[in-house]
C-alpha cells in the first residue's frame, strides 16, 4: 500500500520493525512491482543478512550501530563482490527481479547495491571520515533518536535538540565530501522538509505506525466534530 503512494522508496525494518527475514523477502518483489526501490535495515551486527537481503531483491540495506572500523568493514564485505568485497554469488531472485543476465548483474551489482552505514553515537561521530573511507560504504544513515540519546550521555530523547542538528550538518558535510549519500529519519513531514532544505537527498518520512496513528486521529476528529 505504501510504495503505491507517493514515495521514492519503502524501508523494510528488521531492526525495531516486526518483520521478520522470510516476510522481507516476500515484500521486497512488491515494493519493486510498484516501480519503487526496496531499502531494508538489518538487525544490530548482522551483516550475513545485509547479503541474503540482496539476493532477494533489495536495493539498499542500512546497518544500524556502526561504531568502530571493523563493523563498517564487514559490512561492506557482505555488500559488496569481490575484488571489494566478500559476497558469496546466489543472487537467484535479484537477477530475475534487475532484468539482467547473471553476467551482467554480477558486474554492475557494487554499483547499484547501496549499504548505508548509521552513524548514532560519539564512537562512531568520531571516526566517520574512517568509515566513509570503506569502500563496501556508499552512504551515511542517521537516526537522530539515538544520536540524542548519545549526544546527551543517555540524559534522554529529543531528536529537535539543537546539538543533534549540528552533528547532522556536521554528518550531512562531511559525507557529501566524500562523495556518498547522506540520509535520515524523519518522525513528522515538517522535519523531513526540514532535512531536505540542509540537502538530505534521501529522507526516511515517519513510520507506518505513525501513520496510522495519526490517520486514526484524523478520522476520529472528523466523525466526532
Known sequence: ????????????DMQHGAVALAA?????????GAGKPAIARIPVGE????????????????????????DARRFGAFM?????GERSW?????????????????????????????????????????????PGVDGIFVGPSDLSIALSGGGGVDPMD??????LDHVLQRTRAAGKLPAVFAHTGERAAAFARMGFPLVAVETDTLLLRAGARAALAAARG
Open 80 to 84: 559488496k563482490y569481490p575484488p571489494v
Open 47 to 70: 551483516f550475513a543478512t545485509a547479503s541474503r537481503l540482496l539476493d532477494g531483491g533489495a536495493s539498499a540495506v542500512i546497518a544500524p550501530m556502526i561504531n568502530t572500523i571493523e
Open 1 to 12: 500500500l505504501l510504495a503505491r503512494e507517493d514515495f521514492d522508496a519503502v524501508t523494510l
Open 162 to 167: 539543537a546539538e543533534v542538528d549540528r552533528a
Open 24 to 32: 522481507t523477502l516476500r515484500a521486497i518483489p512488491l515494493v519493486l
Open 90 to 134: 546466489g543472487p537467484h531472485a535479484a537477477v530475475v527481479l534487475s532484468g539482467l543476465g547473471p553476467a551482467d548483474y554480477f558486474a554492475r551489482a557494487n554499483g547499484f547495491s547501496l549499504g548505508f552505514a548509521m552513524v548514532e553515537t560519539r564512537e562512531a561521530l568520531g571516526i566517520l571520515d574512517r568509515i566513509l573511507a570503506e
